[in-house]
């Protein structure tokens, strides 16, 4: 007789867990999902009029130095190797590359560096010695100094999170590398690529097995847990418990998506660095696997908001250095591990901002202790 299992969610947290327990055989998995489609916030249709691959919810690029994640995930999907790529439009200046690096400096200050020594020598002199790093802009000017953390960081931030950079922790920009030479790439990590037909095909094979059964446009309600042995949970943990503590706060970001002639980018995503409402742009085109130069160009523009201005969907749990936040969180968490029935996964249920192939090894890691202590 095979345990009825509950997973709510059907992105990566719920998918990969949902596919590990089908793998044993033992198990009969019901997957829900509150939303018209599974793929969760990596859903990319293919838009058949513009001939183009649109992330409805953001551009999401796979990287990681996982190698069990990337072959794991290889058995449902080809890739497409993709190193990817970000400048900043300064004003005044043009695009310049982002994260900062020799270049960068280069067009900002008009100069010809070549060398990892002199972008090094140069940048000593504009940095901050704080001693104590206590914020995100400490910890940003002891990297860039007070100039450059004006210009890349300081209005960016004020939007993206409706925070000051003193108001959030050293992590939010530890997070970007500083280069001294003129690597051009977003991220470090051996393998970098997109989905070969994209993220929706990627989701049917993992979904696909005999003992899942996908419910679209379902939402979750507590009396469904009765029917089952075990859930494994991705929705929010505030909105599991009613918001006994209050509710927890995320940013998100509203879509327009817009249809332009004669457009250029010279890469795939923009980031902009003014005081306008628009944090990045994309050109879907410019990515592999979504479009060609020769579909017609969608650009889509991000408008950071919170989420309750976007019909509750949370993307970025914020953390503050107050702390509120992170403490409200602990106490969900206290409260979860009274409850033996459901275990809370993804970036909603652990309130954690993580990467794709992150979320893919936690919930690997959650099926494999469950399937140890079953
Ligand atoms: C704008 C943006 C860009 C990103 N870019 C990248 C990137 O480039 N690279 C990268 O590695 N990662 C990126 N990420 C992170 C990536 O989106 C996450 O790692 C991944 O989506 C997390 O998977 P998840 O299953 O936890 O959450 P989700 O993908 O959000 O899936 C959760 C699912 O649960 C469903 N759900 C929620 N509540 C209920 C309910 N009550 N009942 C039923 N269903 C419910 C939701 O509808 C949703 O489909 C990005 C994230 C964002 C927000």
Redesign the pocket.
Known sequence: MKKNILV????????VIARDLADTGQYSIDV????P???????DPYDEKNKLRIHQ????????NNQDIFDYLSRFTGWLPYN?KVEALVEGIGFVPFPINIQTINHLYNKSYSKESEMKYFLSQLCEHHKKVENARQAAENSYGKELVELFFARYTKKMWDLELEELPASVVARLPLRYDDRSGYFDDKYQAMPQNGYVALFENLLNHPDIHLYLD???VRTMENQYHHIFN???ID??YDYEFDALPYRS?KYRHQLKKEHHQPVPTVNLTDEGPVTRYTDWRLYPGCGTLESESVISY?YPCSYEDNNNE???PVKTIDNVPQQRFKQYEQLSKKNNKCTF?????QYR???????VANSRMVAKRYKASA
């Open positions: 709510v969610g059907a992105g990566f947290a719920g998918a829900i999902d509150a939303r489609h599974a793929a969760g916030n990596c859903f919810y953001g551009p999401h690029i796979f990287h990681t990817h379902t939402s979750f991705s929705m929010a909105e599991y970001i991000e949370r993307y970025y996964i993804g970036r909603c249920g901002y993580l990467d794709m192939h992150q979320v």
